[in-house]
């Protein structure tokens, strides 16, 4: 670790944490304010900042001279973004979830106001294979997943949502009125995670936790899954901070920083 860390540019240290330091800012700032959120000598600050500057990564206001990110840095968002599988990032973190809690994991996302599952790491007896497969869609409503994903949508958007696909009782469990779903979103939004007792399915429940992507939006979710006799409360207060970890983990591989919810 102590070779790794000799090796490091301080150079290209400094420049990144001005980059990060306006980024955190809501509108321009000052060389003297930056340099000192960066704990560096505002010569220093302008070297790198000129060299940003050149290649177009800030931008100067002619007038105030205060710097600010330039729209670049967008530009490779946006093209890193499309480089970048959730599935693929977030396959590693589900083979752990399985691995500490035991039992089937499963990653989903919204396309045309359903929850797909995207991807499943099946638990040790293979008992969900069949429930949870990869390209099965579900009722956002009626998921764990799907009702964190539904913390996106506005009140319109809900509205829309229920006028086009209803709320259907796919048990004697699930959520069938606007109320009802509502309240059930807004001590989601409190907790930051979901549950599903026999929602969905008779016989299971699952705990699931949100994925954000750099803005915060919630583009994902993953969930724990298993039989009832083997998620009692108990082992479910156990299991959702293994979950609630995970799917932190996984934000912060799409540059999720905590902020932006």
């Known amino acids: 670790m102590g070779e790794k860390l000799s090796k490091v540019n301080q150079s290209v240290e400094k420049a990144i944490q001005l980059v990060e330091a306006m980024a955190r800012e809501t509108g321009s700032v000052r060389l003297q304010d930056l340099a000192a959120k960066c704990g560096m000598p505002p010569s220093t600050a302008l070297r790198m900042l000129n060299t940003l500057?050149?290649?177009?990564?800030?931008?100067?206001?002619p007038h105030t001279q205060r710097y600010s990110l330039s729209l670049k840095f967008?530009?490779?968002?946006s093209r890193i973004s499309?480089?970048?599988?959730?599935?693929?990032?977030?396959?590693?973190?589900?083979?752990?979830?399985?691995h500490r809690c035991q039992e089937a994991s499963c990653l989903a996302c919204?396309?045309?106001?359903e929850v797909v599952y995207t991807d499943v790491v099946d638990g040790p007896d293979n008992i969900l294979k069949i429930m949870q497969r990869i390209g099965k869609r579900a009722p956002m409503?009626?998921?764990?997943?799907?009702?964190?994903l539904l913390l996106n949508y506005s009140d319109s958007q809900l509205k829309e949502l229920i006028a086009v696909k209803g709320l259907p009782?796919?048990?004697?469990?699930?959520?069938?009125?606007?109320g009802a779903l509502v309240e059930e979103l807004d001590r989601i939004r409190r907790q930051g995670y979901a549950l599903d007792d026999e929602e969905c399915e008779l016989c299971s429940?699952?705990?699931?936790?949100?994925?954000?992507?750099?803005?915060?939006?919630?583009?994902?979710?993953?969930s724990v899954s298993c039989p009832i006799p083997r998620m009692s409360m108990e082992r479910i207060r156990q299991i959702t901070p293994v979950v609630v970890e995970i799917g932190g983990k996984i934000s912060k591989e799409l540059a999720y920083d905590g902020t932006g919810e």
């Open 110 to 113: 919204e396309e045309d106001m």
């Open 205 to 222: 429940r699952c705990v699931a936790a949100p994925v954000r992507d750099y803005s915060g939006r919630i583009v994902g979710a993953i």
């Open 169 to 178: 009782a796919l048990t004697p469990n699930t959520l069938v009125t606007r």
């Open 74 to 77: 967008a530009q490779l968002g």
């Open 82 to 98: 499309d480089q970048v599988s959730l599935r693929d990032v977030a396959h590693p973190f589900l083979l752990e979830l399985s």
């Open 53 to 61: 500057l050149i290649h177009g990564y800030v931008s100067q206001d």
């Open 141 to 148: 409503h009626a998921t764990g997943v799907g009702k964190l």
